[in-house]
């Protein structure tokens, strides 16, 4: 069974690893550099995204970014992959369902990702 992951990452050579890692594992990617305005897209089962245009960790914005993906995406679970969160209760006070510390292992990536869509 195809599971859809939408993956939001502004950084190019990420973006290209995550789709190799998660492809290779049968999953369909789709890669955005931003989140789109206006869009709901139901059919996602998974956001893994980045905290795009955050120079510095800023828990509003974070939080505030994390409820637009949920927005854009409601049936889909949200992983946040950052450099910028706080590792200890990020997820919690993201609201979202995964957090990963940048750099991160492959290994996690893809353990995190079967996680969520078990």
């Known amino acids: 069974m195809t599971r859809r992951i939408v993956l939001i990452e502004d950084d190019p050579d990420i973006a290209a690893l995550v789709e190799e890692v998660l492809v290779e594992r049968g999953h369909e990617l789709e890669t955005r550099s ?3 305005e206006g869009v709901i897209d139901r059919e996602a089962r998974l956001v893994i995204t980045d905290l795009v245009q955050m120079s510095a960790y800023d828990p509003d ?3 505030t970014w994390v409820a637009r993906v949920r927005v854009a995406f409601p049936a889909a679970r949200v992983m946040v992959a950052t450099a910028h969160a706080p590792a200890a209760s990020a997820r919690i006070a993201l609201g979202a369902d995964a957090v990963l510390t940048k750099p991160f292992d492959i290994f996690t990536l893809a353990a995190t990702v ?3 869509l078990a």
Do not use: F, Q, W
């Open 34 to 36: 931003e989140l789109p």
């Open 61 to 63: 914005a974070a939080r």
């Open 114 to 116: 079967e996680s969520l």
